[in-house]
């Protein structure tokens, strides 16, 4: 895809949104039509590797994840934070999201000390919320910023340990909110696992994703280029 395709993809996704917002009869049912048309999307080692030279000694590092419709398929724009601040897109990773059973691995996950990882039954528990409580939560985005961009801490991948051929699994959970609980008390977030077969998951899986808008001091959407290019703030 061409940068002007993935600015008018992120720009349809934002457009749907604003259209459920403003109450447009259909646009709730197309929107639950793309969260439901896969499980999940993949990154190899290989894009976390060119991530970690992006990002260089970048203090926050993270993954920005795009939503975005092309072709009407829901796919997934990633480029690494320090890119994105810079709008320099060279480097954008396409997931198309799917239902195609994920690439199997055999290797342990790697586990660092530092910001442990939650469990496996606690990623299948989030993502059992996503699955039965979507409608729920897509409701309450009436009220609340809609997410465009979920920002990944890069450690949630690095932390994997991939090799350059090997490929981890990403996939939505829902988990607690305190901050918007008068609302709908969960908010999106994007689980990342290394381990993905029939039987069995990965022991640990990352979570530490948080969706944006709302924007802050801290993270401003100065911070998200691709954001303000694709014309989404027009």
């Known amino acids: 895809m061409t940068t002007e395709s993935i600015y008018q993809s992120i720009k349809k996704w934002k457009t749907l949104i604003d259209a459920y917002k403003s109450g447009i009869d259909g646009s709730e049912a ?18 976390i590797d060119q991530w970690k030279i992006n990002l ?86 009436k009220v609340q910023d809609f997410v465009q961009i979920v920002a990944i801490p890069f ?15 990403c996939f939505f959970g829902l988990t607690d909110d305190p901050e918007n609980a008068s609302v709908f008390a969960y908010h999106v977030e994007i689980i990342t696992v290394k381990d993905l077969t029939i039987s069995e998951m990965s022991k640990t899986a990352e979570n530490y994703s948080t969706p944006r808008p709302p ?17 989404a703030f027009l």
Not at 37 to 45: M, P, Y
Not at 219 to 224: E, G, I, W
Request: aromatic share 10%.
């Open 215 to 231: 924007f802050t001091a801290a993270d401003p959407v100065d911070n998200y280029q691709l954001l303000k290019k694709s014309g």
């Open 30 to 47: 197309e929107i639950l039509g793309y969260l439901n048309q896969g499980t999940h999307f993949s990154v190899s080692g290989k894009e």
């Open 155 to 169: 450690a949630d991948f690095d932390r994997l340990g991939l090799d350059g051929d090997q490929s981890g699994t």
């Open 56 to 141: 260089g000694n970048s203090e926050d590092p993270k993954i920005h994840a795009y939503l975005g419709i092309d072709e009407d398929r829901l796919k997934f724009f990633l480029i690494d934070s320090e890119s994105d601040k810079t709008a320099d897109f060279n480097d954008i990773v396409i997931r198309e999201f799917t239902r195609d059973s994920p690439n199997v691995t055999l290797q342990n996950t790697t586990n660092l000390e530092i910001d442990p990882p939650i469990t496996s039954e606690s990623a299948i528990n989030r993502n059992f919320r996503w699955n039965m409580y979507c409608t729920t939560w897509l409701k309450a985005q």
